[in-house]
Structures are given as C-alpha cells and as structure tokens.
C-alpha cells in the first residue's frame, strides 16, 4: 500500500536515485534548478510517496518571489519510480504539496511544466506571461496556481529563489 509522508533525512539517497532515473543528467542543468541551488526547500513541504519500504514517489516546493518581493513556491521536481507510474502517485503527491502550501499562507504555485498534465491541478500560464525565469526556459511551460484567488493578477519580473540557504552539503538536508 502506497503512503504518502513528510520527507525525511533518511530518504535522501532513494530520492535522489529516484530523480535521477526520472530526469537523467539534464536534471541539474535545467533553469528551474537554479531557483532551487544553494537553498533549502520550504519548510514543512517536501513530500514521499513509499510503497513498504521503497521510496516510489518525490515533490517539493521551494521559496520563491515573483518580481519585486511578492512570495510564493515553485513546485518541483515531481517524479514517480517507473513501477508506480499510472497510479494515481503523482496526482496525490501533487495534491497533498498543495493543499499544505494552502494551509501554511501561500498564495500561488509556480512550476516548469506540462500544461495538460498539470491543468488538473488548478495550473495554467494565464498569468505567468509578464514573468521570467533565469535561464533558457520555454514560456508557455511557465505555469502557475493561484492557492488565493488574485493571488498572481499582475505579477511580472524575474522569479528568483530565496528562503534559507543550504549551509551543508545539500544531500544532507531534508525538510
């Protein structure tokens, strides 16, 4: 039976073997790691998925601010082991980060996507268009989700990473 839980230390390294089946090499290169380099991932919103004891499924949202000083979290990366995929793991990791993000005053989600995948989700770039990443990114993939109605009405400028910095190798941090 599959559950779904706060990440811990202890899953570090099934998580990151996860990712990197997911995503291969070009996962460290993408622009959205770069919002996330050097930090810590938003307390209390990082999220597994087990099956037993095996690590099947990972998200995390990650403190952000859109143009000048406005919060919010970039989502990512989500990833279900092969295995598992078709499921229902993504969706329910998916809805646990969010609903989490809502409870703890978030206002809006950002990600680097698939619009039909996450559309069910409440994302869309309908308001993601005056925003830009820093890094080559492809802008209609640029979505985001409004946790607070408005909560994205005008944003515009660089999205850039902030919260806590990693002050320790950044495998040995887990939220």
Same mark, same amino acid.
């Given at each position: 039976?599959?559950?779904?839980?706060?990440?811990?230390?202890?899953?570090?390294?099934?998580?990151?073997?996860?990712?990197?089946?997911?995503?291969?090499?070009?996962?460290?290169?993408?622009?959205?790691?770069?919002?996330?380099?050097?930090?810590?991932?938003?307390?209390?919103?990082?999220?597994?998925?087990?099956?037993?004891?095996?690590?099947?499924?990972?998200?995390?949202?990650? /403190?952000?601010?859109?143009?000048?000083?406005?919060?919010?979290?970039?989502?990512?990366?989500? *990833?279900? =082991?092969?295995?598992?995929?078709?499921?229902?793991?993504?969706?329910?990791?998916?809805?646990? =980060?969010?609903?989490? *993000?809502?409870?703890?005053?978030?206002?809006?989600?950002?990600? !680097?996507?698939?619009?039909?995948?996450?559309?069910?989700?409440?994302?869309?770039?309908?308001?993601?268009?005056?925003?830009?990443?820093?890094? /080559?990114?492809?802008?209609?993939?640029?979505?985001?989700?409004?946790?607070? /109605?408005? *909560?994205?009405?005008?944003?515009?400028?660089? !999205?850039?990473?902030?919260?806590?910095?990693?002050?320790?190798?950044?495998? =040995?941090? =887990?939220?």
């Amino acid at each position: 039976m599959v559950a779904i839980r706060h990440e811990r230390i202890a899953d570090i390294a099934a998580r990151e073997a996860l990712l990197d089946e997911a995503f291969g090499d070009t996962r460290r290169r993408k622009t959205s790691e770069r919002l996330r380099e050097g930090r810590r991932p938003a307390d209390g919103l990082s999220f597994v998925a087990t099956d037993g004891r095996a690590l099947v499924g990972t998200v995390r949202l990650w /403190p952000i601010e859109l143009g000048s000083e406005r919060p919010a979290l970039l989502l990512g990366p989500l *990833a279900v =082991a092969d295995t598992h995929r078709g499921c229902g793991i993504g969706g329910a990791l998916m809805r646990r =980060a969010l609903r989490m *993000a809502r409870l703890r005053g978030y206002g809006a989600v950002l990600l !680097v996507g698939d619009a039909p995948y996450y559309e069910r989700f409440g994302f869309s770039a309908d308001k993601t268009g005056d925003l830009r990443l820093p890094g /080559p990114y492809e802008p209609h993939r640029l979505l985001g989700c409004e946790l607070t /109605p408005g *909560a994205l009405d005008g944003a515009h400028g660089l !999205v850039r990473g902030t919260g806590a910095a990693v002050t320790v190798d950044p495998l =040995a941090h =887990a939220a």
